[in-house]
T-cell receptor
Framework: DGGITQSPKYLFRKEGQNVTLSCEQN?????MYWYRQDPGQGLRLIYYSQIVNDFQKGDIAEGYSVSREKKESFPLTVTSAQKNPTAFYLC????????????FGNGTRLTVT | GENVEQHPSTLSVQEGDSAVIKCTYSDSASNYFPWYKQELGKRPQLIID?????GEKKDQRIAVTLNKTAKHFSLHITETQPEDSAVYFC??????????????FGQGTTLQVKP
């Protein structure tokens, strides 16, 4: 609901496996973002994309990769290089970057054991 | 680098009292300051925002004030109700010459309103 769909809601993986989190939006927004949320640390930016076929690293990009082949889609891959992947991942989109409101998806809780 | 500090980390008030959450930012080029409310297990949702050309903005029981000189902004909730209990995040846009287009978030404040 809300125009941004994240799937799945819960995801379990074994250590050493790559995993891809899905994010789709039908709001016709140009900008999309991935945030990681850990208790007591707020929302930390992993990657963001201002336009199709372009994306930039955020503050904690190491161990993650993204693609932006379509305006509607911005999947996030958590690679085996990410040292502590267990977290709540939020995807967001906005009409433009910087000074327009973010619309968040419902999040994916990833547990890696 | 760019940073947003948010205080307090937890806040407990009695129903009907007011609650105030404060944030400071480091980037003097920031010009957009949103506040998000996140209920347990749900996504953050925008509750109010303010731009740098405005000093105060109100929406029913919620208000935000901005002091650009001191680089701080605050969220004020009056007549609190139990359904106001949630985690609140402030954010500031990153500016500067690169105009990176990011929002920098504070660490969050857990507000508990006791009936």
């Amino acid at each position: 609901d809300g125009g941004i769909t994240q799937s799945p809601k819960y995801l379990f993986r074994k250590e050493g496996q790559n995993v891809t989190l899905s994010c789709e939006q039908n709001l016709n927004h140009d900008a999309m973002y991935w945030y990681r949320q850990d208790p007591g640390q707020g929302l930390r930016l992993i990657y963001y994309s201002q336009i199709v076929n372009d994306f930039q690293k955020g503050d904690i990009a190491e161990g993650y990769s993204v693609s932006r082949e379509k305006k509607e889609s911005f999947p996030l891959t958590v690679t085996s290089a990410q040292k502590n992947p267990t977290a709540f991942y939020l995807c967001a989109s906005s009409y433009a970057t910087g000074d327009t409101p973010l619309h968040f998806g419902n999040g994916t809780r990833l547990t890696v054991t | 680098g760019e940073n947003v500090e948010q205080h307090p980390s937890t806040l407990s008030v009695q129903e009907g009292d007011s609650a105030v959450i404060k944030c400071t930012y480091s980037d003097s080029a920031s010009n957009y300051f949103p506040w998000y409310k996140q209920e347990l297990g749900k996504r953050p949702q925008l509750i109010i925002d303010i731009r740098s050309n405005v000093g105060e903005k109100k929406d029913q029981r919620i208000a935000v004030t901005l002091n650009k000189t001191a680089k701080h902004f605050s969220l004020h909730i009056t007549e609190t109700q139990p359904e106001d209990s949630a985690v609140y995040f402030c954010a500031a846009s990153s500016g500067g010459s690169s105009n990176t287009g990011k929002l920098i978030f504070g660490q969050g404040t857990t507000l508990q309103v006791k009936p």
